[in-house]
């Protein structure tokens, strides 16, 4: 039985060694088949990049021999373009050389042409000077002969003649001269009539006398009641706050507003319309009303001056200018509206110039400014005339000088300096004398109520001043602080000595000094 295993064993391994060897044999010879296998695929490898690399090579040289081709083609419009360059300059060079040689030509022949006149030109001075020298012997022996002949030596007959001949011509010289001046003193007052006759025709303009009464129509006369108050504190609450004399008659639907001064008259008229259509009536909110009033006629001031300042083509015109053109619309000139008035003169020293061949821009500008005196900002601007005074605002915001003359002059405060004055002198005068434009008992009117109530203010103490009933009655409100029931009755006293004294005024005047005391507090 070990026998038995032995062999098995022995047999065994016998096998698996046989079987070993066969594998490798096995092994080998697939072995050598894949290399044989691998061997053909890298020569049939080696064949395709053999053909690959000589497909690429014809490519690349086929691609440099057309790039050469393009380069070369390049390279030969390049160098033609530089020759046909410098052909063409070489065409250019030859026809100047050529053009050059034909002008040294012409030089030349005048050069000759020259010199052959400056001979013949020497020849001809020595020849005049020749018979110049024969024609001063000839004068000289003339002379002499009638020296001799008329016992006169040259100098007394030649004195003589002068003298003769200055009588002529003083005597012919003066009748031209006087001639001339007729003339010219007939063609110029024929041609300033015209001129005058073409602006007047080419500006129409309506003329509109300012009131000092304003009426105030109410719906009903239940609103009467109601703008009086309570035994009458609103309709006093209104007077005091806007210094416009209220009055309520039996006048069906109608309130009459009377003021010589329209912008106190214009506040009160707004402010009453506000009154009535917002219903609420009493003293604090007609104080708070007339307040928010007078801003906005001030802010409609400034849009009437711009808008009249683009309707007449005017430019960069100063900001305080605008307001005072503005105010215009609330000033009168002897009844007459100022800012119409201006506008009007101010259109025709526009046509006016035009017609001289004068800068027609220019002369609207200072026609428009020429009564800007008229509108002062403060009392003592009152002593300045006006004229005066619009020149020197006019100076002072940038005015050129002949408009500022021409604002000064027109009145002859100052003398002339430029044709716009003496324009706007006569333009003015053409506007004022249009039958029914003013009216010179308003204006003298307005002017007492204005010196009425510039006395009132002379006094310490005085707030507001306010001439009221066609003057017969000063209204005058004084700080509470400042002057107590005394002093009040002792002012009243002095401002109607004093009116009594400076003014002259027909019936009399009551003087009313008004002092009111108010304690306000907040409750929080």
């Not at 061997?39 to 064949?47: E, F, Q, R, V």
């Not at 046909?84 to 034909?102: F, G, I, L, W």
């Not at 003066?174 to 007052?189: D, P, R, V």
């Not at 003293?283 to 808008?307: D, L, N, S």
Request: glycine share 6%; net charge neutral.
């Amino acid at each position: 039985m070990d026998n038995s295993i032995i062999l098995m064993a022995g047999s065994l391994i016998i096998g698996v060694v046989g079987g070993f060897i066969i594998a490798k044999i096995l092994e080998k010879n697939n072995a050598s088949k894949l290399v044989k296998e691998a061997k053909k695929s890298a020569t049939l490898i080696l064949k395709q990049a053999n053909s690959e690399g000589e497909s690429i090579k014809k490519d690349k040289i086929l691609q440099a021999k057309e790039k050469f081709i393009e380069l070369k083609s390049e390279h030969e419009k390049v160098i033609f373009a530089r020759d046909k360059k410098m052909d063409e300059a070489e065409k250019r060079t030859r026809d100047k050389e050529s053009q050059v040689s034909n002008e040294l030509a012409k030089t030349k022949k005048l050069n000759e042409s020259l010199e052959l006149k400056e001979k013949d030109y020497d020849h001809r001075i020595e020849v005049l000077e020749k018979k110049q020298e024969e024609i001063d012997k000839l004068h000289k022996n003339q002379v002499k002969q009638l020296e001799i002949i008329s016992s006169l030596s040259a100098e007394e007959a030649k004195s003589q003649l002068v003298e003769s001949l200055k009588g002529e011509a003083k005597n012919d010289a003066m009748a031209f001269i006087q001639s001339a001046l007729e003339e010219a003193k007939l063609t110029a007052e024929q041609d300033a009539k015209k001129i005058i006759i073409n602006t007047i025709q080419r500006i129409g303009t309506e003329e509109a006398v300012d009131n000092c009464v304003s009426v105030f129509n109410i719906e009903s006369d239940d609103v009467k009641g109601r703008i009086i108050g309570r035994e009458g504190r609103n309709i006093r609450a209104i007077e005091a706050a806007t210094g416009v004399e209220i009055i309520v008659d039996d006048t069906p639907e109608a309130i009459i507003l009377s003021c010589f001064d329209s912008v106190r008259r214009e506040i009160a008229r707004l402010s009453l319309h506000k009154l009535v259509t917002d219903g609420r009536i009493h003293p604090a909110r007609i104080e708070e009303v007339v307040e928010k009033t007078t801003k906005q006629i001030e802010q409609e001031i400034i849009e009437v001056g711009k808008r009249t300042v683009i309707d007449l083509g005017i430019h960069n015109l100063h900001p305080e200018l605008i307001k005072m053109v503005g105010r215009m619309k609330y000033r009168s000139s002897y009844g007459q509206n100022l800012l119409q008035h201006s506008r009007e003169v101010a259109k025709l020293c526009g046509v006016m110039a035009a017609e001289l061949g004068l800068n027609p821009k220019l002369a609207k500008r200072a026609g428009l400014l020429h009564d800007i005196g008229k509108v002062p900002d403060a009392e003592t601007d009152m002593e300045t005339p006006h004229a005066i005074l619009g020149m020197q605002w006019a100076e002072k915001f940038g005015e050129k000088d002949d408009v500022c003359n021409a604002i000064g002059a027109h009145h002859d405060e100052i003398e002339m300096k430029s044709l716009l004055a003496p324009i706007v002198q006569v333009c003015d005068a053409i506007s004022g004398a249009r039958p029914g434009a003013r009216r010179q008992v308003l204006d003298s009117y307005i002017q007492r109520l204005k010196d009425l109530e510039d006395i009132a203010f002379g006094f310490a103490g005085v707030k507001k001043a306010y001439a009221i009933q066609a003057g017969r009655e000063l209204r005058v409100i004084v700080e509470s602080e400042k002057v107590d029931d005394q002093k009040a009755a002792e002012l009243s006293f002095s401002i109607s000595q004093k009116v009594q004294t400076d003014m002259t005024y027909p019936g009399q005047v009551k003087v009313t000094v008004i002092r009111e005391t108010r304690a306000v507090n907040i409750a929080k």
